[in-house]
Structures are given as structure tokens and as C-alpha cells.
């Protein structure tokens, strides 16, 4: 029986079809062997354990829909859709990964192995704010260099030119398990590169947003892009 899980999309970077990292497997020993060079889909045996098989094998096949209608977001998946550009003009797409937040400094100099060390590049991450709890919100970025954040299709920051440094919105009011379309865009115009979506309730002090408060758009997979690649040369800068 089919699972849904491939590496076709990468090598040996098995996913589901929808594009989400995996948190369980139950691989039969010596599994997966990728024989002949052409085993790129999962299937379950009877015995309950997965093999890597050719995909053009009839076979039955597991079914999964969505029972979560929160406006277009996906029920399942968390973090945002990073779209990584050759260019900071965000004119390039090179690579697309499924972020689980932003949070990011690029010690390197390189967001992926697919750019060149030390050359500006841009980004854009795109899907679904999901806050948690009702309230009035204040959302911010920190760049290095630029960004601006675009909530439900108005722009909320826009620090696309100036210093680098963190800027906030204004006070916002989020109804909790409401999906709010979000786009954070980044750009980085040489010397050190990162990049950070934040936000605070009251008097808190700014925090990145968690990933389970960040839905990726739906369908994401299926998206006209690069394939998505799985995240990345650098860990997210720690708190």
C-alpha cells in the first residue's frame, strides 16, 4: 500500500507529497536501498514496516483530506513557504524550502549550498499568521539589511531601504485560530546577512513567532516554483 511519503522531488530527502518533513517512519531493516536506482516511493507491507519501491507498481493507496477550514491554511503543516532569490530584487527564484520560522542569521553568508558565497541575495516567506490566543498584537522584523511584512494584503512595515535594525507595526488586533495571510520579504545587500519575524502582545518583550502559530499557503507543494528543498546550511539564530 502507498503512504504518500517520496524523495523525488531530492535524493534520499524523503517527505510526504505535500511536502512536509515526516516525525515517524517504521523503515524494514536495510531500507531504504533505492535498488536499481529508481525506488523513489514508500509503500507499507503487510507486516506494517515501509519499503522503497518503483512508483509504477499498482498498488492501493492511503487517502488524507482536509478537515481544518481555517481560511485556506493548511491544517497540517507549520512554518512559512521560503522562497530564496539569486537577487535582491527578489527577481530569481533559486530555492524554496518550508521554514518552520524565521529566524535566521547566515554566518556564511549563504542561505543555501545553491548560492554563492558572500553575493547579495534576497527572500520571501509567504503563508498563514495563526495566532493562538485573541488580542491586540504588535508585529515586527529585524533585518540585515531590509524587509517589510505584508498582513492580510496591506503592508504593515516597510523598511526596504535604511539601516539595518528591527521596526514594528502598529497595534493590531488578531482573533485566535484565525488564518491571516503573511508575507515577510527580505534582502540582503552585502556584509552580514539575517533576518527575523517577531511579534509581542501588551508589555511583552518581541519574540519570533513559534512555528505552530505559522501555517504554510495551501497547496504549497504544488505551487509554481523551484522544487522545495529541505532546510538548510544554517540553524535558526538562537533566542
Known amino acids: 500500500m502507498w503512504v504518500g511519503l517520496t524523495d523525488q522531488h531530492c535524493l534520499g530527502c524523503w517527505a510526504w507529497v505535500s ?3 515526516f516525525a515517524f517512519a517504521t523503515w524494514a531493516h536495510g531500507e531504504p536501498d533505492n535498488a536499481g536506482q529508481a525506488e523513489r516511493v514508500v509503500a507499507v507491507t503487510a507486516a506494517g514496516v515501509w519499503h522503497d519501491r518503483r512508483p509504477n507498481a499498482p498498488r ?60 547579495p541575495f534576497g527572500a520571501s516567506w509567504s503563508g498563514y499568521l495563526v495566532p493562538e490566543v485573541s488580542g491586540t498584537y504588535v508585529i515586527s522584523g529585524h533585518a540585515d539589511d531590509h ?61 519570533v513567532i513559534p512555528p505552530q502559530c505559522l501555517r504554510p499557503p495551501k497547496n504549497y507543494a504544488k505551487l509554481p516554483g523551484p522544487p522545495i528543498r529541505r532546510p538548510a546550511l544554517e ?3 538562537p533566542e
Not at 108 to 119: L, M, Q, T, V, Y
Open 60 to 119: 492501493c493507496y492511503v487517502c488524507e483530506w482536509e478537515t481544518d477550514k481555517r481560511r485556506g491554511a493548511d491544517a497540517r503543516a507549520v512554518g512559512l513557504l521560503g522562497t530564496y532569490f539569486a537577487t535582491p530584487d527578489l527577481k530569481q527564484p533559486t530555492v524554496r524550502r518550508l521554514d518552520r520560522q524565521v529566524s535566521f542569521k547566515w554566518l556564511s553568508k549563504r542561505p543555501d549550498e545553491a548560492f554563492e558565497e558572500g553575493r
Open 19 to 21: 511536502g512536509e518533513d
Open 147 to 207: 524587509f517589510r511584512i505584508v498582513l492580510a494584503g496591506k503592508t504593515i512595515v516597510d523598511h526596504w531601504t535604511g539601516r539595518p535594525g528591527t521596526v514594528p507595526s502598529k497595534p493590531l488586533p488578531l482573533e485566535a485560530g484565525s488564518a491571516y495571510p503573511i508575507r515577510f520579504d527580505f534582502k540582503d545587500i552585502g556584509g552580514g546577512a539575517g533576518a527575523r519575524l517577531m511579534w509581542r502582545m501588551g508589555e511583552a518583550r518581541d519574540a
Open 235 to 237: 540553524l535558526p539564530d
